[in-house]
């Protein structure tokens, strides 16, 4: 099975319980495959903790979810070491699992929400001074409410940088919202586990993967666009804060995954231009003046792109 064959069966997996979100769907897809973690951002009812659960279904993958809360702490994430039976026992935390849901990641305070760096980043938790290894494609799927929403924390500029995109949802069409009425209609309940299904990828056809996005070629004019779009941001007057090294490696990976969905062996600046959006605004910090001015990163990012000139 090739990447794009793997990617067409669980979107259409997923569409069965999700309407309206195929660019989402997309774009955690280019995330799983280039081996970084997604946050979903969006307003509470658009089928953000739905995603996560039918793409872990989809995929074959074990899925454990963390509702984060202003009392959470960071072992409650990674475990404790216990005293049971004339020993210490691990307790292994939510963590030890393939998937990882970060529900409203932003309900908690700064302290727990860096307890997440270090799994994500290094995919091993240290507890009591001992390292201990997560699933080898330990992957994240944050989701947060707007920071204007209340009792919200902002994401400190350190695990906003840890993930690979940061994903606005929308609200769906009104042929797609029409299409999920449908559904509920006939009886679909977003709450039940499709236990007797079968789905449609294994995690051995995701490892599988790993070869064909590797093996997407990257000219040296793509590479040439890819920096000249980083190093842009470091330039404007408008940012406080430009993209780093790190996030040119990050629109880099995503390109090469989002060719390989899109069933070739080879990156287009049309590549590289889907990814910029989700890959870089969480990267960016507006000027207090310019964003008093409405300026935001994605209209930073429009402008900015409209302005270069595309490599043919």
Same mark, same amino acid.
């Given at each position: 099975m090739t990447v794009k064959e793997w990617g067409e069966a669980v979107i259409r997996s997923m569409s069965e319980s999700v309407k309206g979100q195929e660019g989402t769907v997309e774009q955690m897809l280019v995330c799983l495959l280039a081996r970084g973690h997604v946050l979903l951002e969006g307003v509470p009812g658009l089928a953000k903790t739905l995603l996560a659960k039918e793409l872990a279904f989809a995929t074959g993958a074990e899925c454990r979810r963390v509702q984060f809360t202003p009392d959470l702490m960071p072992s409650d994430l990674t475990g404790v070491r216990v005293f049971q039976g004339g020993g210490f026992e691990l307790m292994r935390g939510p963590v030890f699992t393939p998937f990882l849901l970060a529900d409203e990641i932003n309900r908690s305070p700064p302290k727990t929400q860096a307890a997440l760096l270090q799994a994500m980043e290094e995919r091993h938790v240290s507890i009591d001074g001992e390292d201990h290894m997560l699933a080898p494609r330990f992957f994240v799927i944050a989701t947060q409410n707007p920071v204007e929403q209340e009792g919200t924390y902002p994401l400190p500029e350190a695990q906003l940088d840890r993930f690979l995109m940061k994903v606005a949802l929308v609200y769906p069409s009104p042929e797609a919202e029409l299409d999920m009425l449908r559904l509920h209609n006939a009886g679909f309940n977003p709450h039940q586990t499709r236990v007797a299904a079968v789905p449609p990828t294994t995690p051995e056809m995701l490892l599988s993967t790993e070869a064909e996005v590797s093996a997407?070629?990257? $000219? $040296? !004019?793509?590479?040439?666009?890819?920096?000249?779009?980083?190093? /842009?941001?470091? =330039? %404007?007057?408008?940012?406080?804060? /430009? @993209? %780093?090294?790190?996030? @040119?490696? @990050?629109?880099?990976? @995503? %390109? !090469? &995954? *989002?060719?390989?969905? =899109? /069933?070739?062996?080879?990156?287009?600046?049309?590549?590289? !231009?889907?990814?910029? *959006?989700?890959?870089?605004?969480?990267?960016?910090?507006? =000027?207090? +003046? &310019? +964003?008093? $001015? /409405?300026?935001?990163?994605?209209?930073?990012?429009? %402008?900015?792109?409209?302005? *270069?000139?595309?490599?043919?």
């Open positions: 997407v070629k990257v $000219e $040296e !004019k793509v590479l040439a666009y890819i920096l000249q779009i980083v190093q /842009g941001t470091r =330039r %404007s007057p408008q940012l406080l804060l /430009g @993209a %780093s090294p790190r996030a @040119a490696v @990050a629109v880099l990976a @995503a %390109s !090469k &995954a *989002l060719a390989a969905l =899109r /069933g070739r062996d080879y990156c287009i600046p049309d590549d590289v !231009k889907d990814v910029a *959006l989700p890959a870089l605004r969480h990267r960016l910090i507006v =000027r207090p +003046e &310019a +964003e008093l $001015e /409405g300026l935001t990163p994605d209209r930073y990012l429009q %402008s900015h792109l409209q302005g *270069l000139t595309v490599p043919r």
